[in-house]
Nanobody, 124 residues
């Protein structure tokens, strides 16, 4: 059974950091590109960070560039999202998704498997 499970969310003060983890099972990360998406209340889902399976190419939304870092450990079937300098506008449910693609994928429509999400709240 193919599964994507996120963890690591929580409550953090502005300026703080969190590291989200995305563990996949039932398939190997070697052939899947991964994306992190988020959705805040009343807002549309947006892509945050992406990483390809072929060569580890990464891409970020402008809103998080320089603050967030996506990385992968294929041996552990895990992808991480390191989030630094968090701000209240980063508050959202964060989702990890896998696309059966060797190249980097940005469009949510091309992602095949989604996790249930993990809540990130940035507040003082």
């Amino acid at each position: 059974q193919l599964q994507v499970v996120e963890s690591g969310g929580g409550l953090v003060q502005p300026g703080g950091s969190l590291r989200l983890s995305c563990v996949v099972s039932g398939f190997t990360l070697n052939y899947y590109s991964i994306g992190w998406f988020r959705q805040a209340p009343g807002k549309e889902r947006e892509g945050v960070a992406y990483i390809s399976s072929r060569d580890g190419t990464t891409a970020y939304a402008d809103s998080v560039k320089g603050r967030f870092t996506i990385s992968r450990d294929n041996a552990k079937n895990t992808v991480y999202l390191q989030m630094n300098s968090l701000q209240p506008e980063d508050t959202a449910v964060y989702y990890c998704a896998a696309a059966e693609s060797r190249v980097l994928v940005r469009a949510a429509a091309f992602y095949d498997y989604w996790g249930q999400g993990t809540q990130v709240t940035v507040s003082s």
